[in-house]
């Protein structure tokens, strides 16, 4: 286990992009036998969308984000009322269940969403989250690998939540500017004294490009030089 932890930690730290944590987090879902994962991230602000990254079919969650189920989703709804983890189900605690709910299930087991476990994340920053193992049916190797791995799910699921965060709009906020991820990168490996050559080289991208990034983030924060940017990048991070 420590093993895997050490490379999930490793590439997820690296990830510049969700699809990356994405792979990261699949890797070790697949490593301990626990089927597919689902990271919900809810919005701080009303009328905001949840942000999700996961490997639950995509039909499914395109269909979840869309009717916005997360509104009635009980297991979101405890995942908001409670810290620690805890077991649902199709089958479980169904005799009060209401009507909306019992269909919620139903639909999602029709996609391979029939039982799991969810870790609740409830940070210093006022956010709320969950990281959820979930499988098509309750088998040996799913149930066993989250007895004998419980606390160390819950570690991983902070430690993603932790990093997940910066994919966020809210954390490519620069001086009230929002930022787009390449020009948030680029501004990042700039203030650290990389060149737009530097930058094309480490992001794969080429060097025009990468000025291309940089003019645009200098011209949305309204400053003259990517070192006045750097330093707008510096007071936001210090206020987060």
């Known amino acids: ?53 996961s490997t639950y079919p995509s039909s499914w969650t395109a269909l979840y984000l869309k009717r916005g189920y997360e509104s009635i989703d009980p297991v979101v709804r405890r995942a908001i009322r409670q810290s620690d983890p805890f077991r649902w189900g199709l089958n479980f605690e169904a005799r009060n269940r209401p009507e909306s ?3 919620l299930f139903e639909e999602a087991a029709e996609f391979g969403i029939r039982c799991g476990i969810t870790f609740p994340i409830h940070d210093n920053k006022g956010a709320t989250a969950a990281l959820t193992f979930a499988t098509d049916a309750r088998r040996t190797a799913f149930e066993r690998s989250i007895v004998k791995h419980a606390q160390n799910l819950r570690l991983i699921a902070i430690f993603f939540h932790a990093n997940a965060r910066r994919f966020w709009t809210s ?8 930022l787009s ?49 750097a330093v707008l990048l510096a007071e936001s991070k210090f206020r987060r």
Not at 171 to 178: I, L, N, P, T, Y
Request: aromatic fraction near 6%.
């Open 101 to 103: 709910e019992r269909e």
């Open 181 to 229: 991820p390449r020009e948030f990168e680029c501004l990042e490996w700039s203030s650290r004294g990389k060149s737009a050559g530097d930058i094309g080289i480490i992001l794969g991208i080429s060097e025009r490009t990468a000025g291309f990034h940089l003019d645009n983030a200098r011209a949305k924060l309204g400053v003259r030089s990517l070192r006045q940017a």
């Open 1 to 53: 286990m420590d093993r895997v932890f050490q490379i999930f930690a490793e590439r997820l730290t690296e990830s510049r992009h969700p699809d990356a944590a994405q792979q990261s987090m699949a890797d070790v879902t697949a490593a301990l036998n626990l089927s597919c994962f689902a990271y919900l991230a809810l919005p701080q602000r009303r009328g905001s969308n949840p942000n999700l990254i």
């Open 171 to 178: 954390d490519r906020v620069v001086g009230g500017v929002v």
